[in-house]
Every structure is written in structure tokens, then in C-alpha cells.
């Protein structure tokens, strides 16, 4: 066996070790994300704090295991002369299909993996910003029905008996929303 296919074969093991730890840390980071959308539906806050917790140490992680792809990428890159510009995951699977077809497989089912995961974070973490949303929103219009007016002065009346001007419910404070 050539040396330099070799070395390949050893670059690309540790690139295939690194991206499994990744997809590893992205599902774990996945269900963490689901388990915080159920806090936030069930409106528990203490739970809701131990999955942000969980997702900030997954990121911290994540963080760590992509430098350690980035050092192993840069140094097959370095090995094999490749420009920076070119060292790309995609481009290391497209060179190494013509010499090492089970590699590139492997490399290309790590990327993919890695991006639906990816995916699914980003769509599950922007559902759960809608309904963190949603429920300030919530919060504010109850606030508004119990307070009823942002102008204290607006439901007084002055000094001649007359009812002040400028009233922006004339109904007043409500107790009971009307929203659904």
C-alpha cells in the first residue's frame, strides 16, 4: 500500500472519529431541545432552565469538537498540499472517491447525518422562540386587560366632576381576557 494512501486512510479515520462525536453532541443537543420545548408548553420554569443549561454545555462541546475537525481537516490538508480555500468537507469527499470510495462514503453519511440534525435544531429551537413569543404576548394582553389603561390618569375625573379625556378603553380594566 502507498504511504500516501496511507496517510489518507489515517486522516480520514480521524476525521470520521470527529464528525461521529459531532453527530453524537448534535442529537444530544436535539433531544434537549425537544425537552425544552415540552417545558416551555407545560409552563415549567425550573425545567426550562436545566434545558438551557444542558444546551449551553452541549454548545460548549460542540464548539470544542469542531475545532478538533477543523485541526484534523487542516492537517490533511496540509499533508496533501491542498490550498485552504479548498479544504472543505465536501471537496475531501469528492477527492476521495476516486481513491478511497468507502471513505468518501463514510464521510459523505457523517455530513449528511450532521446536516439533518442540524436542521432540526434550528427549526425545533426557532418553534420554541415562537412560543416563548407568543407567550410574552399573551402576558402583555393580560397585563393591558387587568391594567386596563397605560394612562392612570385617563379613568379620573378632575376637579369640576367631568370624567378626563383621553381614555383608551372605555370600558375600563377588565379581569377576563377575551383572547383565545
Known amino acids: 500500500m502507498e504511504n500516501g494512501t496511507h496517510k489518507n486512510q489515517d486522516h480520514g479515520a480521524s476525521l470520521h472519529e470527529t ?10 443537543l436535539y433531544e434537549v431541545v425537544k425537552s425544552e420545548n415540552e417545558a416551555i408548553t407545560q409552563a ?8 438551557a443549561s444542558a444546551k449551553e454545555a452541549l454548545i460548549h462541546w460542540i464548539h470544542q ?22 479544504a472543505t468537507l465536501r471537496n475531501l469527499i469528492l477527492r476521495e472517491q476516486g481513491r478511497n470510495p468507502g471513505l468518501a462514503d463514510r464521510l459523505q453519511s ?5 446536516l439533518v440534525l442540524v436542521e432540526r435544531i434550528k427549526k425545533q429551537n426557532e418553534l420554541n422562540g415562537s412560543l416563548v413569543n407568543e407567550s410574552l404576548k399573551h402576558i402583555q394582553n393580560m397585563k393591558q386587560n387587568i391594567f386596563g389603561e397605560t394612562n392612570p390618569k385617563a379613568a379620573t375625573y378632575n376637579q369640576s366632576g367631568q370624567r378626563n379625556a383621553g381614555s383608551t ?8 381576557s377575551k383572547e383565545v
Do not use: F, M
Open 19 to 28: 464528525l461521529q462525536d459531532l453527530i453524537g453532541l448534535h442529537r444530544q
Open 110 to 114: 457523517d455530513l449528511s447525518a450532521l
Open 44 to 51: 415549567d420554569v425550573k425545567a426550562t432552565y436545566e434545558a
Open 169 to 176: 378603553n372605555a370600558h375600563g380594566p377588565r379581569l377576563i
Open 65 to 86: 469538537a469542531e475545532l478538533s475537525r477543523q485541526a484534523v481537516v487542516r492537517t490533511w490538508c496540509e499533508a496533501e498540499s491542498i490550498a485552504a480555500s479548498d
